[in-house]
């Protein structure tokens, strides 16, 4: 079963700059909520919640100030600042229990391929993999053990089985990961010098 956290929320109204500021300087995140048949909801959510969330997919109890129920949300996206290394934005969904929905899952490869011992390398082309299922049956994770791979072989989105009751949505003919073939070191090849002969002319 899919992991669940909680994260707790503030209400916030949108477009009040110095709010947010505000918010900001306290170690809050502007977030927004949507999702089907649910009205768009935006909040602030602490930093470090975060910072500190779980790897793969998980499933969220958002526990909003002020409200009985929590919302039940899936992240979807992180908004980053220009370095990169600072979170600015959040956006959640809200999900429906019993409702499918399409998410992005992690792709974990497992095992080390045989070709490996021959000097292959192993590359792996996809890391997500798009899926539609009921929020319960979300994968944390899709593990494909690629032990089996030699020199050569190439893992398609059509090799693999998905978990009960979760349909892969990506493109069959994508390539999640190869092994190649070793890389041949090139030599230089030494080029010869021309000597050049030099015939001592006699002055009579």
């Given amino acids: 079963m899919i992991q669940t956290i909680e994260w707790k929320a503030i209400p916030r109204e949108a477009g009040k700059k110095s709010e947010v500021k505000q918010f900001r300087n306290k170690g809050y995140i502007p977030a927004e909520i949507y999702g089907k048949g649910h009205e768009n909801f935006h909040a602030y959510i602490p930093k470090k919640s975060v910072l500190s969330r779980p790897h793969g997919t998980f499933l969220i109890n958002l526990v909003v100030e002020g409200e009985e129920e929590p919302k039940v949300c899936i992240l979807k996206s992180i908004q980053y600042n220009y370095l990169g290394d600072e979170p600015i934005h959040v956006d959640l ?102 000597e050049e002969e030099v015939t001592e002319e006699t002055v009579e």
């Fill in 93 to 194: 969904y809200e999900v429906t229990f019993g409702v499918e929905l399409d998410v992005e899952v992690p792709i974990e490869l497992v095992g080390t391929p045989k070709g490996i011992e021959f000097g292959g390398l192993l590359e792996q082309h996809l890391h997500t993999l798009l899926v539609r299922t009921v929020p319960r049956q979300i994968p944390e994770e899709i593990k494909i053990d690629v032990s089996n791979l030699d020199i050569g072989d190439v893992l398609y989105v059509r090799d693999i089985t998905p978990p009960e009751g979760v349909k892969i949505l990506t493109p069959p003919d994508e390539v999640i990961a190869t092994v190649s073939e070793p890389e041949e070191a090139v030599l230089e090849e030494e080029v010869p010098g021309v």
